[in-house]
């Protein structure tokens, strides 16, 4: 089917063309701040080169940003909601690094804050609807087969069935599920009807014949020779190779992976606040806690006076626990027992 890597073939073009429309989303949240906070669509206030000046900084900023969280990259498995959550994620770190640049250089004091918070969140939900729209678009050519990857599978354990069920299941990620070969040299089917045949000894010839574009290894690493054996025959032609290692039904494929030495480990416990997480973290703390600070401002001071009207003693009682790497931290709270008993 000649359509079936259309989408493929223009992969470039593809990426350029949601570049482009990021810097069309964040020059039209530009202009209706500006629309917004002066009422005119082109500045012609005082220092107005400094709003132009921080636009380019920004358009740069986010293009940088976006592209070293891979959201110019294929993104052909993710589910939405992870892709919104990325966007999101990405859009916080270019604004604290647009923040911090014109606070550096003392634009701070010049910029309306007003506009920033307009334009910024302008931005925002364009750029949010434009993946949102954008991703659609490529999940229905995928479903129509305009943007097919070709794939088979190679195991010989029972998460061939679980991966084959996820992979039918999924026709929005535009895996068409080819083959499925077992080592053991066993012929019948899998639960979604797809033949499971013996392996082959030559591996090329069904690649080449069937256009095949990936393959999936679902098998232990015990397997070592195997997978060695496949890499070996498949060095010469362009196809994707991966392994899925044999635990998907312990659910260990959540977890992440932190290579030691060159050897890849699986974290199945770990603290949740390390490398860029504990700046998005710090600085949700700092804004989201100051603005719920004071909101919360008015109903706390009630509550204090209600605790000191209702009994003698401190309104506030402090507590030991233990926050980041284990340090001991002072918890404040309202009192709500006796002095004697607290």
């Known amino acids: 089917m000649v359509k079936s890597g259309l989408l493929q073939r223009h992969a470039v073009l593809i990426n350029r063309l949601m570049q482009l429309l990021d810097f069309l989303c964040i020059l039209v949240a530009f202009f209706i701040a500006n629309k917004f906070r002066f009422g005119e669509w082109v500045l012609t206030i005082y220092k107005k080169e400094l709003y132009y000046k921080v636009l380019f900084v920004s358009i740069v900023t986010v293009n940088l940003v ?8 294929s993104m052909r498995g993710f589910f939405v909601i992870n892709l919104m959550v990325r966007v999101v994620s990405a859009w916080f770190i270019s604004m604290l690094t647009l923040i911090t640049i014109c606070f550096l250089f003392k634009l701070s004091w010049v910029l309306s804050r007003q506009w920033f918070f307009y334009w910024s969140f302008l931005m925002l939900f364009l750029i949010i609807m434009n993946r949102w729209i954008f991703t659609l678009i490529l999940r229905f050519f995928r479903k129509m087969g305009w943007n097919e990857r ?10 061939v069935n679980t991966v084959s069920r996820l992979v039918t299941g ?5 895996i068409n599920l080819r083959f499925i070969f077992d080592m053991n040299s066993v012929k019948k089917y899998s639960k979604e009807k797809l033949q499971v045949s013996p392996l082959p000894k030559n591996i090329i010839d069904v690649i080449k014949n069937h256009k095949i574009d990936e393959i999936w290894l679902i098998m232990p690493l015990s397997q070592e020779h195997t997978i060695r054996n496949i890499l070996f025959q498949v060095r010469n032609i362009i196809v994707t190779v991966r392994l899925i290692p044999d635990f998907l039904d312990l659910g260990l494929l959540n977890h992440s992976v932190t290579y030691f030495a060159g050897m890849p480990t699986i974290n199945l416990r770990e603290s949740p606040m390390s490398g860029v997480k504990i700046l998005i973290k710090r600085a949700e703390d700092l804004v989201l806690g100051g603005i719920f600070f004071l909101i919360a401002l008015l109903p706390m001071l009630i509550i204090a006076l209600l605790v000191k009207l209702d009994s003698q003693g401190s309104v506030i ?4 626990r233990y926050g980041l790497d284990g ?3 002072n918890v404040y709270k309202f009192r709500m027992t006796l002095p004697r008993i607290s």
């Open 150 to 159: 070709r794939a088979i599978i190679i195991g010989d354990n029972k998460a």
């Open 317 to 320: 009682f402090k507590q030991k």
């Open 66 to 73: 976006f592209r070293t969280w891979g959201l110019y990259s």
């Open 327 to 329: 340090r001991e931290i």
């Open 170 to 174: 999924a026709a929005w990620t535009g």
